[in-house]
């Protein structure tokens, strides 16, 4: 029998741990599954986070020559300080270790973020070019809407419609891949050529089950007259364009405290953005913010809540919404992106119009006051397509195509 082929891929990436996003987690996850299958050898370029980088993701033992994280000079990037992209200097380094390690593949996600107000480079095109080594992109985050949602970044996204600037720096690249119909769309409408669909967003399914239900993990931020309440629950980044205002002033409108409902907000985000949503929750009952919640407790959450709301109309593939199908809690979720490619309203979930905050009230009252017993159900049974396994399979795939 003949010696198995090992491919070396290079992962160009400015979500990853420590950073607190779906985009971080997935690529995490899909650069752990891949160095699993024997097949690869994974090297992934990640910022350095000004050199405050913690031990909690590090290599397994077994992996230590499968999977390779190299660090790269990183920095805030202005429009979300969150994100660490990479600095000037990163290039020269970047395109440094990959002579050494002469990948066959080069994927690079989120463009924008590698270019624009960061390095002003694409790192490893010359490299790519000068090998013929594939060199292909993979759209994770619609930023050219999000930043619309920014006060004082709109200057970003007209800048780069008129001089093209999304389309001329995908046309450096081999090809974009996109995990869904939206986000393909999305592509087409900026000019981007050499478009792919593949659904290769997932999540560890197994880490949620609606068996982690336990009221007691709430307790830590219901008051003791809430404690029989409904419970609403939004999880994720409190960024501008997951519009978690539209949320509030929605709930504002039920009356929380005669209708016995509560509004658990679960994430973080720059301090202007927590400070607005603070300052609008100020006046309306029983809203109460956590902070980023993680593993054990993110899970257990999840499936404690009577309701999960994720009014943000720009999401390419809503990780937190399959995280709250797979934990057994109805969904309510904006008719756009995604997300509407596989939530259902009155099916598996309920779908609302983008910005309407009369809508939006108007169905959180009505999934509350529902048995939502076969949605759920139903919900259960379609988290399960999003698996990371399934997703992560979906790339090997097109990758052994690409390689062939």
């Known amino acids: 029998m003949g010696t198995k082929k090992i491919h070396t891929l290079a992962f160009l990436v400015t979500g990853f741990p420590p950073d607190v ?4 987690h997935f690529n995490w996850e899909r650069a752990l599954w891949l160095a699993k299958q024997d097949i690869y050898r994974v090297i992934v370029f990640a910022p350095d986070w000004q050199n405050k980088v913690d031990s909690s993701y590090a290599v397994p033992a077994d992996l230590d020559d499968k999977l390779i994280i190299e660090r790269y000079p990183s920095k805030p990037w202005l429009p979300y300080k969150l994100t660490h992209v990479p600095k000037f200097s990163a290039v020269g380094q970047i395109n440094q270790k990959l002579a050494h390690y002469q990948p066959e593949l080069i994927v690079i996600t989120d463009v924008e973020r590698f270019f624009l107000l960061s390095a002003w480079q694409l790192p490893g095109r010359d490299y790519a070019r000068d090998n013929q080594v594939p060199y292909i992109a993979e759209y994770h985050t619609d930023l050219y809407n999000f930043s619309a949602a920014y006060p004082g970044w709109q200057w970003v996204r007209n800048t780069a419609r008129n001089l093209n600037l999304t389309s001329y720096l995908y046309r450096q690249l081999d090809l974009t891949v996109c995990s869904s119909k ?18 290769f967003l997932g999540i560890d399914v197994s880490t949620y089950s609606p068996s982690r239900r336990d009221r007691k993990c709430l307790e830590p931020w219901l008051s003791e007259e809430e404690k029989d309440n409904r419970v609403l629950l939004f999880l994720g980044r409190l960024g501008f364009e997951k519009r978690v205002d539209l949320l509030i002033q929605a709930f504002a409108r039920l009356n929380p405290k005669e209708n016995n409902y ?15 949503l603070k300052g609008l929750a100020q006046k309306v009952a029983n809203v109460h913010f956590t902070g980023f919640l993680l593993g054990e407790t993110k899970a257990n959450v999840l499936a404690s809540c009577d309701l999960f709301c994720s009014p943000s109309p720009y999401e390419t593939f809503g990780r937190t919404v399959v995280e709250a199908m797979a934990s057994g809690t109805p969904v309510i979720s904006v008719n756009s992106g995604a997300v509407s490619e596989y939530i259902f309203d009155g099916v598996n979930g309920y779908l609302v119009a983008p910005k ?9 009252q009505k999934a509350l006051s529902n048995d939502n017993t076969d949605i759920i159900q139903r919900a ?4 399960n397509q999003f698996s990371l396994k399934q997703g992560c399979q979906n790339l090997s795939n097109y990758y052994q195509k690409i390689l062939a």
């Not at 996003?21 to 971080?24: K, L, N, P, R, T």
């Not at 509560?262 to 607005?276: F, H, M, R, T, W």
């Not at 259960?380 to 988290?383: D, F, G, T």
Request: charge should be negative.
């Open 21 to 24: 996003s779906g985009v971080s």
């Open 380 to 383: 259960l049974q379609n988290a």
């Open 356 to 364: 309407d905050v009369e809508g939006l009230a108007n169905k959180i």
């Open 182 to 199: 939206s986000a393909s769309q999305s592509c087409q409408e900026m000019g981007i050529p050499k478009i792919e669909t593949i659904p």
């Open 262 to 276: 509560s509004l658990v907000i679960a994430g973080d985000g720059p301090i202007d953005v927590v400070n607005q």
